[in-house]
């Protein structure tokens, strides 16, 4: 029951948020703004009252989701752009190569925010996460049920976090 509470809460997002929004557009509207519920709050994630940001970024977690593998195919920061891209928060395809350079990217060139939050768990729904490491690093977007790139898991990343990434409402 919870779990259809919260797909019809979603279904009436999208369906308020209406058609493809062209890339400059936000689709958040202040004349409609509304402060969201304690029961709405907890599918939106710890820290959904505290930030507002382009409604978008929750439509690039579904594509990612959709589109997602059961396991990894090395590939997430393609996964995380094409959903980014797909979604129309992005105007442009991303150049940077490697997944640990996503949020630097995000933020110079497609106006993204870094928000202050150190566990990926308290990441708002949507959000993008860029993790270090080893090699290229990580990318990965926030959902309801966990973490979505090339592949979706309930558990964050491992790797040390470098920053959760929100795009502001414009």
């Not at 997002?13 to 936000?26: E, F, H, K, Q, Y």
């Not at 395809?93 to 990926?120: C, H, M, T, V, W």
């Not at 966990?146 to 790797?159: E, H, K, L, M, N």
């Amino acid at each position: 029951m919870h779990h259809l509470l919260k797909l019809s809460f979603l279904l009436c997002l999208l369906a308020i948020a209406g058609g493809p929004a062209r890339a400059g557009d936000s689709l958040y509207d202040r004349t409609t703004a509304r402060r969201i519920d304690p029961k709405q709050a907890t599918f939106f994630g710890p820290q959904a009252t505290r930030f507002k940001y382009d409604k978008r970024m929750l439509h690039a977690a579904q594509i990612a989701q959709a589109r997602a593998r059961t396991h990894s195919t090395y590939f997430c920061w393609r996964y995380v752009k094409d959903a980014l891209l797909a979604s129309n928060i992005l105007s442009t395809r991303p150049k940077s190569a490697y997944a640990r350079q996503a949020g630097e990217e995000l933020q110079r060139d497609f106006g993204f925010k870094k928000l202050n939050i150190r566990d990926p768990y308290q990441a708002p729904i949507g959000s993008v996460l860029v993790y270090g490491g080893r090699g290229a690093g990580h990318v990965e977007l926030r959902t309801a049920q966990g973490f979505v790139s090339d592949f979706i898991t309930p558990r964050a990343s491992p790797r040390p976090l470098l920053g959760v990434y929100i795009k502001p409402p414009a």
